[in-house]
């Protein structure tokens, strides 16, 4: 009897160990900076794979840039947008902090900049109550209604969720912009993932995010609409803050790895500088940024050379619009990138 009840033991605090639940104190916390490895999108890993106390390992990722993501308390956002964000009044948009996001262009003439989310975190979930930012030195908030649901909590393993959001900005006269987005999520796995920082328990959630931006520019009468699909696969641990890893996924492949580092203070010491190419997928027209040396590189998806050009062409928008719908793959050997591309007119 003994015995039974000491194999018991054992097995019930193995599984405790291993079967993590995940509830808001494992979520970001404000005040918190967090900092974000980009790694290589071209490699063999196979980011689908999945189980119960599985064991996830992607500890040769190669890093290419590192970001910081730091949650600001409400009030040390822009005034303005407090009375939308931070009122007892309000306590379906009221933000437990902020974040400052990289602004987004709407089209040449209007672009979205000093761009903040806010995100609301209690026991039954954790969502994005709204953003806001400036176009052209106008500050538009944008409250979520309804809001923006990342994950119902706590949350276990086979839990599923659903959620439905909109938001938009509008400058009365000039344009509108609207994002309506779907999330639909499973936690499809547990075990152990490992990656450059570490192994770490975690959950494993499969989130498709159905996305449609719409703009309207009354000033030009133009309007566009652009649906958005894409699959994150994402892996949560106890008392990480955000996900040790992010892996999306468009039109069956893998565009970006975001993985939790350490901080980087000499970015000499990674594998290429800070480049970026945005947006992906492309209809056609992509940005690189960053410092790049001797030629660009264009592959098809058959890894036939299609296309070059010289760097100081780089540092700016790139018309890939000739381009069939496809999967291509940018490369700038000197520096180290090599970034796959969707064309998806």
Known sequence: MKFKLLLASILISINVSAQITISQEDL????????????????????????????????????????????????????????????????????????????????????FED???????????????????????????????????????????????????????????????????????????????????????????????????????EVLSFDFENERNSIEYQWLGIEMGMPILVATESMGFITSIVFQGEEIVNLNEISSPGISVYPNPSNGMIQIDGELKGSMLLYNSHGQLIETWNTIQANKRIDLSHLENGIYIIENPESGLSSRIIVNH
């Open 28 to 111: 970001p916390e404000v005040d918190n900076t967090y900092f974000l490895n980009n790694a290589n999108p071209v490699n063999s890993y196979d980011f689908t794979l999945t189980g119960e106390n599985y064991n996830w390992d992607f500890s040769e990722l190669e890093t290419v840039n590192q970001n910081s993501q730091s949650f600001i308390p409400v009030s040390s956002a822009p005034f303005t947008y407090q009375f939308f964000f931070n009122s007892p009044f309000d306590p379906d948009h009221q933000a437990s902090f902020a974040t400052a996001q990289d602004g987004f262009a709407l089209s040449e003439q209007f672009t």
């Open 115 to 217: 761009f903040f989310a806010f995100y609301k975190k209690s026991e039954t979930a954790y969502s994005i109550v709204g953003n806001a930012g400036t176009i052209n030195g106008i500050p538009l908030p944008a409250p979520s209604d309804p809001v923006d649901v990342i994950y119902d909590l706590p949350l276990d393993f086979q839990a599923t969720g659903s959620n439905y959001s909109e938001w938009q900005i509008q400058i009365p006269g000039i344009l509108t912009y609207k994002l309506k987005q779907t999330r639909n999520y499973e936690v499809d796995g547990w075990g152990t993932i490992t990656t450059p920082l570490g192994s770490f328990e975690a959950l494993r959630v499969k989130m498709e995010i159905d996305a449609i931006d719409s703009i309207a520019l």
